[in-house]
């Protein structure tokens, strides 16, 4: 199922108007709420084919998909400003998704975000500006925005949160370095922090990081009862 976030698109916010899918419990009657978050090139249908590894009952699955399957169109790594209006846009469509599911009476505090590679990007960075206690966040493969020395003086509470960060050693997309500068900077937020880098793993996603993904909504959902 998917639903439209505006019926209209402007250059100013590229991502106006693009569809949510949908797969799981209806949000209106869900205990959780988990929004996966595509990478580049991908799609929210297919990341939602990761609900299918979770057992856990009550549960609505969201994923917003991205205009031109690609959330912003440089490297996370380079100036915020080159991948603007597109990052703005992108945060921004994520903050709608997070407010439908809120609207819907389910807490952050029942909300999970994971993204993969581009969307893990895009997830840490917007936990990171938006931080409250969330049910959980998964960065696979990603980290937060910005060229190396981007200041991290993100404002709020993470309030325990917990957040895990798996990345590949080898992965010619993401330096493990920023994999650790994000670390650091959740863990700064108080999330409660699990980091693990696969020794040569390129750009994926494993089995351990997908039980750990599992453990964290599983969390999320008995939290609820």
Do not use: K
Not at 162 to 167: A, S
Not at 174 to 198: C, F, K, M, Q
């Amino acid at each position: 199922m998917t639903a439209n976030r505006n019926p209209h698109a402007g250059e100013s916010d590229p991502h106006e108007g693009q569809p949510v899918a949908t797969a799981g419990e209806e949000l209106s009657t869900a205990d959780a709420a988990v929004v996966f978050v595509h990478g580049r090139g991908a799609t929210a249908e297919g990341m939602l084919e990761m609900a299918s590894e979770f057992d856990a009952e009550g549960v609505a699955y969201l994923a917003p998909q991205a205009r031109g399957r690609t959330w912003y169109p440089h490297s996370f790594l380079e100036d915020i400003e080159r991948n603007e209006p597109s990052l703005s846009s992108a945060l921004d469509f994520l903050g709608d998704v997070r407010q439908r599911v809120l609207d819907a009476g389910i807490p952050a505090d029942r909300t999970c975000f994971v993204g993969f590679s581009q969307g893990a990007c895009l997830s840490s960075e917007f936990v990171a500006r938006n931080p409250t206690c969330y049910g959980g966040l998964a960065v696979l493969s990603g980290g937060l925005i910005g060229p190396e020395g981007t200041p991290r003086d993100y404002d709020g509470d993470l309030d325990g949160t917990p957040v895990f960060l798996g990345c590949g050693d080898r992965d010619p997309h993401i330096p493990v370095e920023r994999v650790h500068e994000t670390r650091d900077a959740l863990s700064a937020l108080d999330g409660d922090v699990t980091e693990r880098i696969y020794e040569g793993m390129s750009h994926g996603i494993n089995q351990e990081e997908m039980e750990y993904v599992r453990n964290l909504v599983e969390e999320a959902v008995s939290g609820s009862e």
